[in-house]
């Protein structure tokens, strides 16, 4: 089967991140749920950074290579639930291919299911969006106030520490780096000890960074998941700075460089997570309390930690437009390209 010549999207930012969502006219994914559908995706032998080319992952790379997405492009296709448990799932995707878990991703998927009227909502009251992903069911709880979606908060998969201050040697030096899982492995350094800060100036040498801890730890034990290599592998690196306390917890700020060196615009929803399991073990976070999470853009992420390592995260996300994609067989560039 060939890909399709039209794709149809609606895209949406959460916290500046965008979130292109194909719903529609998708070539099948063999599987009996998400996880399996993701390795459908990815193929034999592939990886979630270098799936196998087929006709989903060139819709994929239609999304979100040049002229019509660009190299900090992210988005999702939906696809069936694992069971009636959950309203639709989601194959998430970014510049190199698939990953497990999306936090941002989850939030723009609820605010465009009671948006678009997929689930509906009261005017004014909260309701709960259950989305199946490759990491297992996850929530988006979409607020609404006088007839608008005026928040999101993303429930995760439990998150758990996997190790602490593993050396890793990089360019800058050597960092004392911390593991953590939220349905994809993140490792998360203080920008400080390597010389950094996390600005927008600094983005080349933490984007570097990034990649070399990423690389470094390919092959460490504490990345991997018991329930596969799908899950396991370090997909994120967070580079943090702290802030001054609030009056309610922790205040940091971050970059999460995740995939080939993609750097994602908002704090990173389930990478919130995996610094709130940090911090939680710290006993720097304790119930009733909040870590307000900034991004390299300003962007604020708020987010808490409940019982058996689950967390939540709230913010916004907004839809930004609706898209009719056409590629043209005659076109030379086909897909795209990738600066």
């Not at 719903?23 to 032998?45: H, K, M, N, S």
């Not at 994929?60 to 069971?83: I, K, S, T």
């Not at 991004?295 to 939540?312: D, M, P, Q």
């Amino acid at each position: 089967m060939t890909a399709p010549t039209t794709v149809r999207t609606v895209d949406y930012h959460t916290a500046g991140e965008p979130f292109r969502i194909v719903a529609q006219d998708l070539p099948p994914v063999p599987g009996d749920t998400v996880a399996e559908r993701c390795a459908t995706a990815i193929g034999p032998g592939g990886s979630g950074t270098a799936p196998r080319p087929g006709p989903l992952d060139q819709v994929r790379r239609l999304m979100v290579q040049e002229p019509r997405g660009h190299a900090g492009m992210y988005g999702g296709f939906v696809v069936p639930p694992d069971d009636d448990g959950a309203h639709f799932g989601v194959l998430f995707w970014h510049k190199d291919g698939y990953s497990t878990a999306c936090g941002h991703g989850t939030m723009a998927l609820g605010a465009w299911a009671v948006d678009s009227g997929r689930v509906a909502a009261p005017d004014d009251g909260d309701v709960q969006v259950r989305i199946d992903v490759p990491s297992g069911r996850v929530a988006a709880t979409v607020h609404r106030a006088q007839g608008r979606t005026s928040g999101v908060t993303f429930r995760n998969v439990p998150a758990r520490v996997g190790a602490r201050k593993v050396p890793v040697a990089t360019t800058l030096g050597v960092a004392e780096v911390d593991i953590a899982h939220a349905g994809a492995c993140y490792a998360s350094v203080r920008a400080r000890d390597l010389g950094l800060e996390v600005t927008r100036a600094a983005l080349p040498a933490l984007v570097t960074a990034g990649r070399e801890i990423r690389a470094a730890l390919a092959t460490h034990p504490a990345t991997w998941h018991p329930d596969g290599p799908l899950l396991s592998g370090v997909y994120g690196v967070i580079l943090h700075d702290e802030l001054p306390d609030t009056p309610f917890g922790p205040h940091q700020r971050n970059v999460t460089v995740f995939a080939d060196g993609q750097v994602d615009r908002s704090p990173c929803g389930s990478g919130t997570s995996a610094r709130l399991a940090l911090l939680a073990e710290d006993g720097r976070l304790g119930a009733g309390e909040d870590l307000l999470h900034e991004s390299v853009t300003g962007t604020v992420f708020t987010g808490r930690i409940l019982a058996g390592g689950v967390t939540e995260v709230t913010g916004t996300a907004y839809r930004t437009g609706e898209h009719l994609f056409t590629a043209d067989p005659y076109d030379a560039l086909g897909a795209g390209f990738l600066l």
